[in-house]
């Protein structure tokens, strides 16, 4: 069975960097595309960033272009997102998912972490 571990979130001051962390258990990182997800109090989860799991193609929000930047270490069974100019609209809930298989273009995963809290200060 998949399990997600998050971690790296944390209070931070606007225009500064944070990198998230996620560490998949249980099954072989490698064969898995992955993404983050993110929610904000009140609203709904919305798509942050993916990566395939060849880690040859990335999907990203129109938010995160050039800010966010997905990455996976197969090594490490890890997936990153660095996250750098961060906003206040970026605090949130941050969560990585994972599926086997599939496009980073896929919006539907089959395995979820518990999320790690990211709040941006202005």
């Known amino acids: 069975q998949v399990q997600l571990v998050e971690s790296g979130g944390g209070l931070v001051q606007g225009g500064d960097s944070l990198r998230l962390s996620c560490v998949l258990s249980?099954?072989?990182?490698?064969?898995?595309?992955m993404g983050w997800f993110r929610q904000a109090p009140g609203k709904d989860r919305e798509f942050v960033a993916a990566i395939s799991w060849t880690g040859g193609s990335t999907d990203y929000a129109d938010f995160g272009k050039g800010r966010f930047t997905i990455s996976r270490d197969n090594a490490k069974n890890t997936l990153y997102l660095q996250m750098n100019s961060l906003k206040p609209e970026d605090t949130a809930i941050y969560y990585c998912?994972?599926?086997?298989?599939?496009?980073?273009?896929?919006?539907?995963?089959?395995?979820w972490g518990q999320g790690t809290q990211v709040t941006v200060s202005s």
């Open positions: 998912a994972a599926r086997w298989h599939g496009s980073s273009r896929s919006r539907e995963y089959d395995y």
């Open positions: 249980g099954r072989t990182f490698s064969s898995y595309t």
